[in-house]
């Protein structure tokens, strides 16, 4: 399992208002098992913040993994500074018991640049085998548990919003679900070091 060394008090990256090491921390660290498409959501673009390239990896569904690489995930986490996550109300949605919608922006800095990335998200309830292989053998159907996990999703828009200068004020002062402390610090001592 990989330990995150993150300081666990502080805000979650996903903007929950609640510490890291009680949102989702535990879901990255596998030690709690995600109930709700929101919350993989959520997790993943928390995942996405301190760079766990597996576990954005590992909750893809079986169906969408084999386009996908740890090492290419890891890439694109780290290339960018991620600072905030904004979860939209879905109208007229079809979210059942086994398949969800969660539509969301991902807010992002490269490259001096602030973008936001909104996407509308499919999530599936499928089958995923908590226990080592020697236990499969001696095992009955119900030790299989379900799990939420990514399918895929629609871009709805992928959209440059500013240039950024080091002296200006850190963009993650503009967005309330940030989760970084917002002092009115410059770019450069913020999200820019």
């Given at each position: 399992m990989n330990t995150i060394s993150v300081n666990t008090t502080q805000s979650c990256f996903c903007g929950s208002n609640f510490d890291f090491s009680c949102?989702?921390?535990?879901?990255?660290n596998k030690e709690l098992?995600?109930?709700?498409?929101?919350?993989?959501?959520?997790?993943?673009?928390s995942a996405y913040a301190i760079g766990n390239a597996q576990y954005i990896y590992d909750t893809y569904a079986k169906s969408s993994q084999a386009e996908q690489s740890v090492e290419d995930i890891g890439d694109w986490s780290k290339s960018c500074v991620w600072i905030a996550l904004v979860i939209h109300p879905l109208a007229n949605s079809v979210n059942n018991a086994t398949e969800q919608l969660v539509e969301f922006s991902a807010f992002y800095i490269t490259n001096n640049t602030l973008y936001e990335l909104r996407e509308k998200s499919r999530f599936i309830l499928?089958?995923?085998?908590?226990?080592?292989?020697?236990?499969?053998?001696?095992?009955?159907?119900?030790?299989?548990?379900?799990?939420?996990?990514?399918?895929?999703?629609?871009?709805?828009?992928?959209?440059?919003?500013?240039?950024?200068?080091?002296?200006?004020?850190?963009?993650c002062n503009l967005y309330p679900t940030a989760w970084q402390s917002k002092k009115g610090k410059k770019f450069k001592h913020c999200c820019g070091k």
């Open positions: 949102c989702c921390q535990p879901y990255i098992a995600v109930q709700t498409a929101e919350q993989l959501m959520r997790s993943r673009f499928e089958h995923g085998i908590e226990c080592d292989i020697e236990e499969k053998k001696e095992s009955t159907f119900n030790t299989q548990l379900k799990q939420w996990r990514y399918i895929d999703g629609d871009i709805i828009a992928h959209s440059e919003l500013a240039t950024i200068k080091r002296n200006e004020f850190c963009p």
